[in-house]
């Protein structure tokens, strides 16, 4: 990546480093920086992608994930029942296809299959502990 981000996305995940490996499998982010603490938990990862980056880390012990909080907390389910992206990140990929397939074999829970309408084909999805994420194929 040749030029610094303007906007970067930072997330929290309740296991940083399994997520940080879980999110390079199946969405094909590369490793740029991780930052172990002396208890294993990640206290700073960067991931790249095309032209930007995510942040990450592991949150603190009362923290809990979308996933978490979609199983123990009844208002949350409901929340989460629709397939929109409450809060997310918005990633630009090269081939839409390919990439939906990978996210698909790592086990990704798809929130809408792959759509070809404007604003331009699409998918949505959350990851292991429910960060929800929507990409969108660059235009050729």
Known sequence: MSESP???PMLAYENGP????WLINAFGFKE????????????????????????????PEDYQSPKTLQENYEPAKKWFDVPWILNGVLVYVPDLEAHFARAVKAGATILS????????????????????????EKEK
């Open 32 to 59: 740029k920086t991780r930052l172990l603490a002396n208890d294993g938990k990640l206290s700073h990862g960067e991931l790249l992608t095309d032209k930007g980056m995510i942040m990450l880390w592991s949150a």
């Open 18 to 21: 399994a997520a940080m490996d």
């Open 113 to 136: 299959e792959i759509e070809d309408s404007p604003p331009g084909k699409r998918y949505r999805v959350a990851d292991l502990e429910g960060q929800r994420w929507f990409f969108f």
């Open 6 to 8: 303007t906007v970067i």
